[in-house]
């Protein structure tokens, strides 16, 4: 099994930046990718599906969105367990509950969740 925790979402102005956290229970180098979700507020209804945002692989590829690339970075840290999210020239269309998961073993994990708010 595996545990997520996100933490570093909050409230900013659009032009912001943010750092996004996911801290594992397990080493991250035995999970075969992670990356970061997000829900929309208009996407919260049930069996809305969550947009991915970021993923990484234990090798260290990467994938993005469109809606992001050249603005947002994945990165992992193998030695703290942790893959984070860094946002730059944030949008307030990227306002959002975002998600941390991990493919471990044919199953996702995912984390609790952390609110972005991005004010115009």
């Known amino acids: 099994q595996v545990q997520l925790v996100e933490s570093g979402g909050g409230l900013v102005q659009a032009g912001g930046s943010l750092r996004l956290s996911c801290a594992a229970s397990?080493?991250?180098?035995?999970?075969?990718?992670m990356g970061w979700y997000r829900q929309a507020p208009d996407r919260q209804a049930p069996g809305k599906q969550r947009?991915?945002?970021?993923?990484?692989?234990?090798?260290?590829?990467?994938n993005y969105a469109d809606s992001v690339k050249g603005r947002f970075t994945i990165s992992r840290d193998n030695a703290k367990n942790t893959v984070y999210l860094q946002m730059n020239s944030l949008k307030p269309e990227d306002t959002a509950v975002y998600y941390c998961?991990?493919?471990?073993?044919?199953?996702?994990?995912w984390g609790q969740g952390t609110q972005v708010t991005v004010s115009s």
């Open positions: 998961a991990a493919d471990f073993i044919a199953r996702i994990y």
């Open positions: 947009e991915l945002v970021a993923t990484i692989t234990s090798r260290g590829s990467t």
């Open positions: 397990r080493n991250i180098f035995t999970i075969n990718t």
